[in-house]
T-cell receptor
Framework: AQSVTQLDSQVPVFEEAPVELRCNYSSSVSVYLFWYVQYPNQGLQLLLKYLSGSTLVKGINGFEAEFNKSQTSFHLRKPSVHISDTAEYFCAVKGGNFNKFYFGSGTKLNVKP | DGGITQSPKYLFRKEGQNVTLSCEQNLNHDAMYWYRQDPGQGLRLIYYSQIVNDFQKGDIAEGYSVSREKKESFPLTVTSAQKNPTAFYLC?????????????FGPGTRLTVL
């Protein structure tokens, strides 16, 4: 069975600073990895996904993530954040049976002016 | 525009009442899902369906029921048997084109039990 751990429940950061949101997963099979963003009282929007190929994945809004198989990690990064990036970010893994996704508990990114 | 719609956006229920949350998609996706979101717990899978007239329980199906009579629609009923139904409910859909499918989400329904 798969599981996802997001190590930080909240990450405060100043505007224009870099940020990294951490995600680790456990799986005995090949996986597909995703990052979603959720703004207050809204659904989840796909930021980026890793399916195969290059381990560095670029997504929307200037975010990128790197798949590290040996460390079973898929950390999300942005070199310079904006106030509008304030939201909750979810890491998810899919593998094995059917299309079942396993979500982390989320990381709230709070960008301060 | 293609997408997933959920209604209503906010829903209030008295204890002991059943309520039904609507989810419709026009993406021509085969699979649909219902998740429950509670603060600090991420998303938990309630039910999912891969094809019309078929659905499977997820991790927290007790107190919920679903139907899939049409490809576009996957309504969720929260029954009086659900002991703690106050939560944010999210519907999602995906294709079934192998393991690389992405789930796309609706805007959610916030259910509050009074």
């Amino acid at each position: 069975a798969q599981s996802v751990t997001q190590l930080d429940s909240q990450v405060p950061v100043f505007e224009e600073a870099p940020v990294e949101l951490r995600c680790n997963y456990s799986s005995s099979v090949s996986v597909y990895l995703f990052w979603y963003v959720q703004y207050p009282n809204q659904g989840l929007q796909l930021l980026l996904k890793y399916l195969s190929g290059s381990t560095l994945v670029k997504g929307i809004n200037g975010f990128e993530a790197e798949f590290n198989k040996s460390q079973t990690s898929f950390h999300l990064r942005k070199p310079s954040v904006h106030i509008s990036d304030t939201a909750e970010y979810f890491c998810a893994v899919k593998g094995g049976n059917f299309n079942k996704f396993y979500f982390g508990s989320g990381t709230k990114l709070n960008v301060k002016p | 525009d293609g997408g997933i719609t959920q209604s209503p956006k906010y829903l209030f229920r008295k204890e002991g009442q059943n309520v039904t949350l609507s989810c419709e998609q026009n993406l021509n996706h085969d699979a649909m899902y219902w998740y429950r979101q509670d603060p600090g717990q991420g998303l938990r899978l309630i039910y999912y369906s891969q094809i019309v007239n078929d659905f499977q329980k997820g991790d927290i199906a007790e107190g919920y029921s679903v139907s899939r009579e049409k490809k576009e629609s996957f309504p969720l009923t929260v029954t009086s048997a659900q002991k703690n139904p106050t939560a944010f409910y999210l519907c999602a859909s995906s294709t079934l084109a192998g393991g690389t499918d992405t789930q796309y989400f609706g805007p959610g329904t916030r259910l509050t039990v009074l």
